[in-house]
Structures are given as structure tokens and as C-alpha cells.
């Protein structure tokens, strides 16, 4: 099983979602059995508590599932890095690391989606540095430089560079990283975990052959976004 993993009744629960599981499994059960025990005579009120706390734990459950799917690695092919909708195609200024143009692909992330963030490419980690910032939501342009973030540029092994830029939203307020500066890393590895969604962002050559649309749904690790 994935090191990032445990399995919770039948799905692959991430490690990441284990304390929120386990804190708002024990919150729901002590106010249960707080309103059974002093008003026992509100029964019908506390079965559709009882019910509704069920589904609230079963969807924060589902919030941090792991899917099953198999590594893709081709050199010079792109992978999605999250699982979403692109809501962004664009040739922009990418100023915090490269200085110039590139092609910008921004995939959001609703509360729904797979929350894990993989690495695109092979490669090896030049850059990682995290930024503090706000909470705007995440498919408004100006969350990719205001809100709390984090960038990683992995440089494959025909020299091109690629950014990631995991960007936290309106609910999202914790981002994971696990990538290291001078790290080699594979396609298909865990980069990390956006808590409750949001959005990556993905700067590439101009180079890239873009073999996404706008407002595609896309799955990360599965979806071919670009060629280099």
C-alpha cells in the first residue's frame, strides 16, 4: 500500500486526512451522545443529528481518499498534476522563478475532488519555496500570486524546466509539500496534499503542445495535458 496511505473500512484513506477524520469522528459522537443523554425525550430531532453527523464524517472521509492508478512515465509528456477542471490557458509573465513567458495551465480543485498533487514529469527538484498569503477563492487570476502557495520547478532530463504552483482557496488553509530541492523525483510521485481543494497552477515552455481545453474535466497522474 502507498506509504501516504491507510485504509479506512474499504477505501485508502491519506495520511494527511487522519487527525481531521479522527477529531470530527470524536466531535459528532460527543454531541450525539450529549443530546441523548440530556434531552432523550427529542427523539426525532436527535435521529436526523445522528444521521446527518454520519454523512458529515462520511464525506470528510471521502475528502481524503486515495484512487488507485497506475504510474505513467513517458519523458517529454505532461501529466495533469491535480484532479479538476482547467479553467485557465494562457501565455503569461511568470515572475517569481523564471522571468519571462510561459504557458500557463490552471486546474481548479472543487471540495469534491481528489485532493492529492502529483509531479508531472521526471525529473529533479531546482526550486521549492513556500509563500504565506490570503484566501481569495481559488479560480479568481490574482489567488496565483496572493494566496497562501507553494512553488516547485522539477527540470527534466532534456533540461526544461516545469512549475508547479499549489495554491490555496477560500476553504483550503493548509497546502502539503513533500518535494525537496536536489530531489529526484518520477512522474506519477505524490508532490503533495491541498486540504478541502483549491488550485495548481502549471507554468510551461511555449514551447509545450497544449493537449488540453478550456474547462476540461482532467484526473491527475491520467490526463495528458502537454507534450515538451
Request: proline residues 4%; glycine residues 6%.
Given at each position: 500500500?502507498?506509504e ?52 458529515l ?11 488507485n ?39 481548479f ?120
Amino acid at each position: 500500500m502507498d506509504e501516504n496511505a491507510k485504509k479506512i473500512f474499504w477505501l485508502k484513506i491519506h495520511r494527511e486526512g487522519l487527525k481531521i477524520i479522527g477529531f470530527s469522528g470524536l466531535f459528532l459522537l460527543l454531541v450525539n451522545f450529549l443530546l441523548r443523554y440530556f434531552a432523550p425525550q427529542w427523539f426525532w430531532i436527535n435521529l436526523v443529528i445522528g444521521i446527518a453527523s454520519l454523512i458529515l464524517w462520511a464525506i470528510i472521509i471521502y475528502f481524503f481518499r486515495v484512487p488507485n492508478r497506475a504510474i505513467f512515465c513517458e519523458h517529454g509528456q505532461i501529466l495533469a498534476p491535480a484532479d479538476g477542471k482547467v479553467v485557465v490557458i494562457e501565455k503569461t509573465f511568470e515572475k517569481e522563478y523564471f522571468n519571462d513567458e510561459r504557458i500557463q495551465i490552471s486546474i481548479f480543485m472543487s471540495p469534491l475532488n481528489v485532493h492529492i498533487n502529483w509531479i508531472p514529469v521526471n525529473g529533479t527538484v531546482s526550486y521549492s519555496q513556500y509563500h504565506p498569503g490570503t484566501y481569495v477563492v481559488a479560480w479568481k487570476p490574482k489567488a496565483s500570486e496572493e494566496n497562501e502557495r507553494f512553488t516547485t520547478v522539477v527540470k527534466t532530463f532534456n533540461d526544461e524546466e516545469i512549475l508547479i504552483r499549489q495554491i490555496a482557496g477560500k476553504l483550503a488553509r493548509r497546502i502539503v509539500t513533500y518535494a525537496l530541492p536536489e530531489m529526484e523525483c518520477v512522474q506519477g510521485q505524490q508532490l503533495g496534499f491541498i486540504k478541502f481543494g483549491s488550485r495548481v497552477d502549471i507554468f510551461l515552455p511555449l514551447t509545450a503542445t497544449i493537449k488540453v481545453t478550456l474547462n476540461q474535466k482532467v484526473k491527475g497522474n491520467k490526463t495528458l495535458i502537454a507534450e515538451i
